[in-house]
């Protein structure tokens, strides 16, 4: 079955035999593979090495969580074999991407309460840790405004009957980011709450706190806006190509 937003963020399912649904996938992460190969000069590792995140939030919403999951999985795991990163511990931050997919996926079809339980959870996990504690509190200021936008929407609907985000493209406008903040939360975790800040590059926590205030706070909300601008434009367009192309 495949699951399509139409007006008013009404849910319908379409439909799909289990060889167009294979085929969807092949080609989402056929075009996401590509995209994650795409070196960008000045990068030899982090979340702008590759553009995978230009696809990862469109993978979950159109083709549904888990399949855009399992899409933006396999397209990960094959563009960072095709284009090896200068450390294996890439392959190890890259699983952020096809859990953004999973939780845009979910956002986009109003299953907020799995993306509030993982925004809490990981944000947990990172003030628990000492050193998380202590790194600058602007370094992560997306993260931040992305949950309270959530909770705040989340909060909105209840009271407005599904109103606020009836619109299909603000509702992909609002998984894109929650779904690409949480490729960035999982990738924090991994870097300060598991210690790879130490473990795979050998930093100190002053060296950490170094590049927690200045690069941080300015390159991953560029990734952001980046991807959610694309996101915006493509999603509604392909939920309809695609409706349409099933209802014939």
């Known amino acids: 079955m495949f699951l399509v937003n139409g007006p008013n963020n009404q849910s319908r399912v379409v439909g799909m035999r289990g060889s167009r649904r294979i085929a969807l996938i092949a080609v989402f992460a056929a075009i996401t593979t590509a995209l994650d190969s795409m070196v960008t000069p000045g990068f030899s590792s982090g979340v702008w090495y590759g553009w995978v995140f230009l696809m990862s939030p469109v993978n979950g919403m159109i083709l ?3 399949d855009g999951f399992l899409a933006t999985l396999i397209s990960v795991l094959v563009g960072h ?71 705040v929407i989340t909060i909105l609907e209840k009271r407005m009957d599904g109103k606020l985000t009836a619109n299909t493209r603000t509702a992909a406008a609002l998984g894109a980011l929650m779904g690409l903040e949480a490729d960035i939360l999982y990738r924090i975790f991994v870097l300060v709450p598991l210690g790879g800040y130490e473990l795979f590059y050998g930093l100190t926590p002053e060296l950490l706190a170094m590049i927690w205030s200045v690069p941080a706070p300015l390159i991953t909300p560029l990734k952001v806006g980046t991807s959610l601008f694309i996101s915006t434009l493509l999603v509604p367009s392909i939920l309809k190509i695609t409706e349409e192309s099933f209802n014939a």
């Open 81 to 151: 074999t095709l284009v090896l990163r200068d450390s294996v511990y890439e392959y190890v931050f890259t699983i952020g991407a096809p859990l953004g997919a999973l939780m845009a996926g979910l956002v986009f079809r109003g299953e907020r309460r799995w993306a509030l339980a993982y925004f809490a959870a990981f944000l947990g996990l990172y003030f628990l840790n000492p050193v998380g504690r202590n790194l600058p509190v602007w370094g992560m200021w997306d993260v931040y405004v992305a949950f309270t936008v959530l909770l």
């Open 64 to 66: 549904g969580p888990w």
